[in-house]
């Protein structure tokens, strides 16, 4: 039986908090001098099922390419914002411009959001990290395309535990109940990365510049040595190494190096400045320093908003204090963006 090739390093180095784009939108709280706005814009004025009244006539509609905000220097034009405010309703309101004018300042305000933490991401994040962002959305992605059944799992499971067996293994051997979710990624890995590396071909070459090639991905003598430096603890180099050693430090590194390229290919402008944004969001959350006095003080608010609206379903603190402890550092990071940003609606 096959080995289960486990990238464990790499997934590692991926596995970090989960991207998502709602996280950019969720936190707006006292920005503009409001009271608690978990709902962020406030649609509940207007009456989707009401009859159409004769008068007054419905504003004409501007141009789809009519700019109708500003945040900084990027432009928010009138086709986003419908399109935007078509998904807050769920399909029921597609024109930015019948919203009275609070309601258009608290939408342009939630836009500006993804567009200022992309900034801020661009600026700030390492070509590093931004490459194993990608990377990892990517195995996100192709892992949920490949489908691995119960039974499937239950093989593998039965052959571990026969070779265990065999090899008079005196560890006591866990439950399949207890080790299926971990076959099961592992699987999925290897399946992966059976399709990456399927015909994959690697030549050592010779020039300045590319001293080896996955395919035809080149690999510099700076990349190979700083690989080196870390699996040697610098007692190595990539000029003292015979070619055979050579070919499989490149074997070594030919997975990350072809998901890297995969996901280079795969994603729109749009899917990589939300995986990007959230990611640099999530990062900055993670920095934040929030005391137990200020999670308290965040939940003793919320508390006192939801007796005013009669709202008797209140959980305990215990049970909540992780959730507002990320909700209180996702609010600092938004003021910290929203500070001295400059957004015009126009």
């Known amino acids: 039986m096959k080995k289960i090739f486990v990238f464990g390093t790499l997934w590692v180095i991926m596995g970090m908090t989960s991207i998502s784009a709602d996280g950019l939108k969720n936190s707006l709280n006292n920005i503009m001098g409001e009271g608690d706005s978990s709902q962020m814009v406030d649609l509940s004025s207007l009456d989707l099922n009401a009859k159409p009244k004769p008068v007054p006539r419905v504003q004409k509609k501007r141009s789809a390419k009519t700019v109708i905000a500003t945040v900084n220097n990027a432009k928010i034009l009138k086709k986003d914002a419908d399109g935007y405010l078509l998904g807050r309703t769920k399909g029921k309101i597609d024109n930015f411009d019948i919203l009275p004018a609070a309601q258009q300042k608290r939408l342009i305000y939630e836009m500006a959001l993804p567009i200022l933490a992309f900034a801020a991401a661009k600026k700030e994040l390492t070509e590093v990290e931004k490459e194993t962002v990608m990377a990892r959305v990517w195995m996100q992605k192709e892992a949920r395309e490949i489908k691995v059944t119960v039974a499937e799992v239950q093989v593998v499971y039965e052959q571990l535990k026969q070779q265990a067996i065999d090899n008079n293994d005196t560890r006591e051997i866990p439950k399949f109940e207890a080790i299926q979710d971990k076959l099961h990624i592992q699987m999925v ?42 699996l040697t603890k610098g007692k190595n180099t990539w000029s003292a190494l015979p070619d055979d050693a050579k070919k499989q430090l490149i074997q070594m590194m030919a997975p990350s190096k072809l998901i890297a390229h995969a996901s280079a290919k795969s994603f729109t402008k749009k899917e990589r400045k939300t995986a990007l944004s959230g990611f640099w969001m999530q990062k900055k959350m993670s920095e934040m320093k929030v005391t137990d006095k200020d999670i308290k003080e965040a939940y003793d608010k919320a508390v006192a908003n939801a007796k005013k609206t009669k709202n008797a379903n209140i959980p305990a603190f215990d049970k909540v204090k992780k959730d507002f402890k990320m909700r209180y550092a996702q609010e600092k990071v938004v003021a910290g963006l929203m500070k001295n940003a400059k957004i015009k609606v126009k």
Not at 192 to 198: E, P, V, Y
């Open 189 to 230: 890995e290897k399946q992966m990365m059976d399709s990456l590396t399927k015909d994959m071909n690697i030549t050592i070459a010779s020039t300045d510049k590319t001293v080896a090639k996955i395919n035809d991905i080149g690999l510099s003598l700076e990349e190979v040595n700083k690989a080196l430096d870390i």
